[in-house]
């Protein structure tokens, strides 16, 4: 990727990029709608994700190519207004630049920007974290800063939830900026608190991405948030993250059967999280697996945020040759499945469940093979 962006940013620019970041998708583990419940997630950073290259300029203006768009866009230095229709790729690095002022940094005046990915966008793996988080790390270095990885982590979901205006919590850019090989980024969303827990080098990723969204998918996480909220109201505590099982179960009288249910999903997907946590910390990923497809049960029945498409995926997943467990992941209300397997799950066999989706379904998922990679990083200066 390293040579194929020095080529094009050639091509585009007619030099050679002086500085050149990548940072990587994200896919969430286990963790599921416990983020503004205060709880705990575990995410995966994985070996794709969006590089970006960068070279300053005399005068100032900005200029942003992406192989996305195929286009240059320039811009005076001085504006940072919200970019529309098929230049709207661009208020992610904008939004960075938008961001720096919040956190006392500088930003570049003139430069030549560029971004290319193998990291397929709006498939719920992140690309727009990182994007962020690889222009944020192309910026910063362009003006001498050398910022910790929390305030990358910070700068990026600022731009996504200010500039951009998608209210995401920590875990994307969380992942993407803590994420190491062989690791998973463990966020206490409290703080927010990074850790990293090794992952064993024969755990292997397969993502089927559904392409089905809920055409209410807006209302439904809406109504889901307001019964959580309701739930730890009735319950005396300021967030679920503080409630125990026993403590639901005495109360459940006063709840309503969806916040009931809501609630004991995201205190039993915590301590899952932890208890994941713990079988990684002994290299168990048998236990873990049982674990991910636990989370999707709860999912299921307790969150209500899976769908046909989804159970049928990970029914056909779980328990099958190869795999430790497998779960919706991300907001659920569609999107896509992931399996936790051993080296041995192959592409023919990911075929074989892809066409068995097809043939209910009526329509092939995409498949994305991944294991983790390293978080975003300064790979030239
Ligand atoms: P996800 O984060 O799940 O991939 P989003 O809708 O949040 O989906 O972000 C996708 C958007 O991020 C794209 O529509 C595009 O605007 C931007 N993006 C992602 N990757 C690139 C890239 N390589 N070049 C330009 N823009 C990108
Ligand atoms: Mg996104």
């Known amino acids: 990727m390293h040579s194929k962006l020095t080529?094009?940013?050639?091509?585009?620019?007619?030099?050679?990029?002086?500085?050149?970041?990548?940072?990587?998708?994200?896919?969430?583990?286990?963790?599921?709608?416990?983020?503004?419940n205060g709880g705990t997630v575990l995410g995966a950073a994985i070996d794709r994700g969006v590089w970006v290259g960068l070279a300053r300029r005399?005068?100032?203006?900005?200029?942003?190519?992406?192989?996305?768009?195929?286009?240059?866009?320039?811009?005076?230095?001085?504006?940072?207004a919200r970019q529309e229709g098929s230049s709207s790729w661009i208020n992610y690095p904008l939004g960075v630049l938008a961001a720096l002022p919040a956190f006392d940094l500088p930003a570049p005046e003139g430069f030549d920007y560029l971004a290319i990915s193998d990291l397929p966008a709006g498939a719920g793996l992140s690309s727009s974290a990182a994007i962020e988080l690889a222009s944020a790390l192309a910026f910063l270095t362009a003006v001498g800063s050398n910022p910790d990885r929390e305030t990358v982590v910070k700068l990026g979901r600022h731009a996504e939830n200010h500039f951009v205006g998608v209210p995401c919590g920590i875990l994307d850019q969380g992942v993407s900026?803590?994420?190491?090989?062989?690791?998973?980024?463990?966020?206490?969303?409290?703080?927010?608190?990074?850790?990293?827990?090794?992952l064993p080098r024969a755990a292997h990723f397969w993502v089927f991405n559904t392409h089905t969204k809920h055409a209410l998918v807006d209302g439904l996480y809406a109504s889901r948030h307001r019964e959580c909220m309701e739930a730890a109201r009735a319950l005396g505590v300021g967030q679920l993250v503080e409630a125990t099982m026993p403590k639901l179960e005495r109360a459940r009288a006063g709840l309503s059967d969806e916040s009931y249910k809501r609630a004991r999903h995201v205190i039993e997907e915590i301590a899952r999280v932890d208890n994941a946590r713990q079988a990684l910390r002994r290299g168990d990923l048998s236990t873990t697996g049982r674990l991910l497809t636990a989370s999707h049960r709860s999912s299921q029945v307790y969150f209500e945020n899976s769908t046909p498409e989804l159970d049928f995926l990970v029914d056909l997943l779980a328990g099958g040759l190869n795999v430790f467990g497998a779960r919706l992941t991300g907001g659920g209300f569609g999107g896509a499945v992931m399996a936790l397997t051993t080296p041995a799950f192959g592409g023919a066999q990911a075929a074989a469940v892809a066409d068995a989706y097809a043939e209910r379904f009526g329509k092939r998922p995409d498949i994305l093979h991944a294991q983790t990679g390293p978080g975003a990083q300064v790979v030239m200066k």
């Open 7 to 36: 080529a094009l940013f050639q091509k585009v620019y007619g030099r050679p990029p002086e500085i050149v970041t990548r940072a990587p998708g994200r896919i969430e583990f286990i963790g599921n709608h416990t983020d503004y």
């Open 58 to 80: 005399e005068d100032d203006r900005r200029q942003f190519y992406s192989e996305l768009a195929g286009v240059v866009t320039t811009l005076p230095s001085g504006v940072l």
């Open 177 to 198: 900026g803590f994420g190491q090989r062989d690791h998973l980024v463990f966020i206490d969303c409290r703080g927010p608190r990074f850790e990293t827990v090794p």
